[in-house]
């Protein structure tokens, strides 16, 4: 196994992107890495992206895109684990590089959601079918399980929940990509139309278009191509749990996250505590302080406090989802997680503006699948 180097990002707009489709949002995100890479040299390339064929109607997207990219024949494969989608093609790119079969592979993310498809009937096809959605459950109502199961068990407040919205979009307000780039206050949650109890709508992430890519490349290419600081991939991981919520021991434990950020810690031979800057799946409010919990970040229970104090704020120590994360910045469901890496890269090069955490390192980026059926763990880290 050979050390993986993240070589170049690129990634479109988010939000309601109606003159781009599904192919342009993809073509515009991977010319835009392999630009800021500074290479033609492509080998392989993997598509995350969850459901092309419920919200478009259109499936084999692999060839589809290396033939509008202009890289027939180059092997190119999409990758679905719901939500998990990007992160998973991050993973299978790192993995084509660290093992020596391909020098440069590019990983990209895609979703077209607002094209007119009953979007949250396709959302739920990423849940337990028989044992969930036949009974009239969605996303936002699993999550809310999730939080009134949390609310109880440690007695998080709707407040608390609504502060993890308000930080997001303090840091997406920076961001000029994200979907909804404004500030809101925790009045405005928790005066927000009710979506699923206690969920409200800005509680929620949105429905997005857009699509996100990164190069990955082996060491003598990466030390050979643009000049630019060094972002390496100490860690890839990934794990399952049970798809649907019910047969979990504990529904506010996310296990999967757990599992797949022990093994990130190990391979990348750190503690949580060395991370400088963390992009989570916030889908849900509620998800972004599971998650916290299922990293380490903060016992079970105890996030939301963090988030109280300012620690998970630019600034904090502990800065989370400085991108804006899905709720502000936007969730096209297979490109999420591929804009996690975009996001962290940004920060450990030390360009990423307003938004940048100073000194940052280490970046660590978890993306998951459903209510956490799936997850990914990245670490990076930075060389300049
Ligand atoms: N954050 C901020 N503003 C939002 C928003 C969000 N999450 N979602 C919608 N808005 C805004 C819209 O821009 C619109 O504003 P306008 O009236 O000024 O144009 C308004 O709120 C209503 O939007 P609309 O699209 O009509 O809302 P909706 O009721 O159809 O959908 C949700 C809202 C929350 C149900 C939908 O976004 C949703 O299902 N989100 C979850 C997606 C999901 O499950 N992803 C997978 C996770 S596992």
Sequence with gaps: MRDVYVIGIGMTSFGELWESSLRDLFVEAALAALDDAGTDRLESMYIGC????????????GPMMADYLGRTPIPATRIESACA???????LAYLEVTSGVSEVVLAGGVEKMTDGADVTAALSSAADQEYEVYHGVTFPGLYALMARAHMQRYGTTSEQLAQVAVKNHYHGAMNPKAQYPFEITVKQVLESSMVADPLRLLDCSPVTDGAAAVVLASEDVARSVNGKPLVRVRASAQATSTIALHNRAEITHLDAVEKAARTAYQLAGMAPDKINVTEVHDCF?????????ALGYAEPGQAAALVEAGETRLGGKLPINTSGGLKSKG???GASGVAQIVELTEQLRGTAGDRQVSGAKFGLAQNMGGTGASCTVHILEGLS
């Design 85 to 91: 989608s990007g992160g998973a093609a991050v993973r």
């Design 285 to 293: 409010t509620i998800a972004e302080l599971c998650v916290m919990e």
């Design 331 to 333: 969730h096209p469901v």
């Design 50 to 61: 969850m459901s092309s064929g419920l919200f478009v109607g259109q499936e084999h997207i």
